[in-house]
């Protein structure tokens, strides 16, 4: 029998050309898995009939949309995940679950290797390897597109000369990454970073120009995890489509910055993210009442670090397990209601609630009958700048 190969299956071009030119290269049996993380567009079942016709032995499709929402926005959501504190690691966080259906795949089938449709430039052919190597070893990853050098053009003239069935439509000028936690669109005229994107690079998110109502939410999370919209239970996948299409509706979540690629690039990115920016911003502010000021210090620190680790394809890594560790002990407070305005493209906190609040009023208020003392404070700060002012006499007297 003919060795498998396993191939991560979008329905595009590349990775439906992939099918044969991966076959031709290497003589293996191509496995076509196509995981639905919630990118809408195409029905699966015309994409799994599409890799068949393309040639691939087997076809498979997951539903991978709860588990993309529990296992993998949920956590970066924990961590207020902000790569360079803007991006919500869309393409990011979607690459390691694909990534472990994969190698899990190539298991079940007894396949030896697993392939992708990345080119050589970006982050995502790293994610995609890093984490099948850290779950599965003895798998090798095949990239057509970057390996074999298959080109847009050549993909075109093969899919041509072999009747494949792919729409052959104009090429979009961008390339496009989406999943239910957004969206990533980059290329075409955006290569000039000086050109400002246009209305229809986007469709999660309207105009926040347009003159609307706003919109007022109450979001209520428990130990960090979101649980209802307006006192209506939700699934985090539910949460996360329902916040897409309230924010999205208002035009929150539109991101469009310059960042560091893994690889070393700088590159011009514009995203789309309105339930990721929603929950973070609801989210974080509901940490700035329930979580003790020195733990909440560290983990501003401890977020930058795990979304690097993120981006940086190391989802699977033992430091980004551990970071997670000290996140999850984190949220054990983080419960309670959140009121949010959504407006003109900001997502905006008027309200917090918690029973777990550690928002003392009679500590905070400055009405009469506080219960802070304040005459604590003169010999606080006494003791507090004592080690700086030993040193300053000591560099008086030096001088
Ligand atoms: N630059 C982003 C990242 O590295 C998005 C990549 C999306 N991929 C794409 N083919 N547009 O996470």
Redesign the pocket.
């Known amino acids: 029998m003919a060795e498998r190969v396993v191939l991560a299956y979008s329905g595009g071009l590349d990775t439906s050309v992939g099918i044969g030119w991966l076959k031709d290269a290497t003589g293996k049996e191509v496995v076509a898995l196509a995981v639905d993380v919630g990118q809408e567009g195409e029905d699966m079942d015309v994409i799994r009939q599409r890799a068949l016709d393309c040639g691939a032995v087997e076809s498979i499709v997951i539903d991978a949309k709860d588990e993309f929402a529990n296992d993998y926005i949920v956590p970066a959501l924990k961590a207020n995940a902000l ?1 360079q504190k803007r ?1 919500p ?4 966080i979607s690459r390691p679950l694909i990534a472990k259906h994969l190698a899990a795949t190539a298991r079940a089938l007894g396949a030896d290797s697993v392939a992708h449709g ?1 080119t050589g430039k ?3 052919q790293v994610r995609f390897e890093a984490a099948v190597t850290a779950l599965a070893p003895e798998l090798t990853s095949l990239a057509p597109v970057r390996d074999f050098a298959l080109t847009r053009d050549k993909a075109i003239e093969y899919a041509a000369v072999h009747n494949l069935p792919i729409a052959q439509s104009k090429k979009s000028p ?4 989406q999943n239910v936690w957004g969206r ?4 075409g005229f955006l290569e000039d970073p000086w050109n400002a994107p246009i209305e229809d690079l986007y469709t999660y998110t309207q105009d926040p120009s347009i003159p609307r109502e706003a919109t007022e939410i109450i979001i209520t999370f428990d130990q960090g995890v979101p649980v209802a919209v307006d006192g209506k239970p939700v699934t985090p996948l539910e949460a996360v489509v329902l916040l897409n299409k309230l924010a999205g509706d208002q035009g929150v979540g539109r991101i469009d910055i310059v ?1 560091d ?1 893994l690889v070393g690039i700088k ?1 011009r ?1 514009v ?1 789309e993210s309105p339930a990721g920016i929603a929950l973070i911003t609801a989210h974080e502010e509901l940490e700035n009442v329930t979580v003790e000021r020195d733990v909440a210090r560290y983990k501003r620190g401890v977020e930058a670090k795990w979304s690097e680790l993120v ?1 940086d394809g190391l989802w699977f890594s033992g430091l980004k397990k551990s970071l997670d560790a000290f996140i999850e002990d984190t949220q054990k407070y983080v419960s309670g209601d959140i009121r949010l305005k959504l407006h003109a493209g900001t997502a905006v906190v008027t309200g917090r609630q918690s029973k777990q609040s550690l928002y003392d009023f009679d500590l905070a208020t400055y009405d009469t009958g506080d219960s802070f003392d304040q005459s604590m404070a003169k010999g606080f700060i006494e003791l507090w700048s004592l080690p700086s002012k030993i040193a300053a006499r000591r560099d008086q007297a030096a001088k």
């Open positions: 790569y991006y690691l869309v393409s990011a990345c970006g982050n995502d961008y390339s496009i990454d990533a669109v980059e290329t960042e690629r590159s990115e995203y981006y």
